[in-house]
């Protein structure tokens, strides 16, 4: 009885703490105002790889992200010059809590209870303006970890934890990864097929309504490939093969559903 008793009050713990809202969306969604996004290195693997990785890191590397979404933005008549501001902070003392691959669903309430105690902990260690988006990029060495584990980005806790590579080999990818987790903090939905990784139609497509629909000549950011043929899709170089497509769009308030 005295299990079933505690495990009432944790369920009823997560539901308070863990189930409601995080942190205020609203004002990163209405795009009158920069928004300000912190990008906090982390050595994952506690790796040399990495930790040369983020010694040489600089603001720059993570232009590409801040620019494209202006530029996007800007497409889509958001008139704010700079709407994200990404800036690099130092990398925090420890690494963020880890998300067991099989965890179910008090596994995930519970990590992310212990994600947002850790994102509390690092913002509040700034002294002024705190970003509103926290993004932990977690630097591995490709020669130690040939994959990397699930990115993901909450809009309830304004917080996105994106696994890369510690090589400039990969700065492109990495760009693009970054991207669209920090859009998921947005409200952005994924817009891929699991199981195969095609794009979603029509919300995983450039131009929906191209003809002929294929091959389509950009990907969109939350399905990440090119649709080139039914169940053919290949991976964009840069950014400069990506957009935003108008359901993600939508999502992120830019336009009207
Ligand atoms: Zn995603």
């Known amino acids: 009885m005295w299990r079933n008793i505690r495990i009432a009050i944790l369920i009823a713990i997560l539901a308070i703490v863990g189930g409601g809202a995080w ?6 969604t209405s795009w009158e105002y920069t928004v300000r996004v912190g990008a906090f290195p982390v050595n994952a693997d506690g790796s040399a790889a990495a930790a040369s990785y983020i010694a040489a890191l600089d603001a720059a590397q993570l232009r590409p992200v801040s620019d494209f979404i202006a530029r996007e933005a800007r497409r889509y008549g958001v008139t704010i010059d700079t709407p994200v501001d990404i800036r690099l902070y130092p990398p925090p003392a420890a690494a963020p809590p880890v998300l067991a691959p099989d965890a179910g ?6 990590w992310s209870l212990k994600l947002r105690h850790y994102r509390s902990q690092v913002v509040g260690d700034i002294a002024r303006s705190r970003p509103k988006i926290a993004l932990f990029l977690l630097y591995h060495d490709p020669a130690r970890s040939p994959t990397l584990p699930h990115s993901l980005g ?3 806790g304004l917080t996105g934890v994106v696994h890369l590579f510690a090589t400039r080999a990969q700065a492109e990818q990495n760009a693009i990864v970054t991207t669209h987790e ?8 994924d817009e891929y097929d699991p199981v195969n990784d095609a794009p979603l139609y029509p919300g995983g497509y450039a131009e929906p309504l191209r003809e ?7 990907a969109e950011i939350m399905a990440g490939r090119v649709p080139l043929g039914p169940g053919r899709q290949e991976m964009p170089d840069d950014l400069s093969q990506v957009v935003i497509g108008p359901v993600t769009a939508a999502e992120i308030g830019w336009r009207e559903h």
């Open 105 to 110: 669903l008090i596994g995930r309430a519970l």
């Open 212 to 218: 002929p629909r294929y091959p389509q000549h950009f």
């Open 182 to 189: 920090l859009l998921h903090t947005f409200g952005a939905t």
């Open 23 to 28: 942190l205020d969306q609203r004002r990163t």
């Open 154 to 156: 909450l809009q309830r």
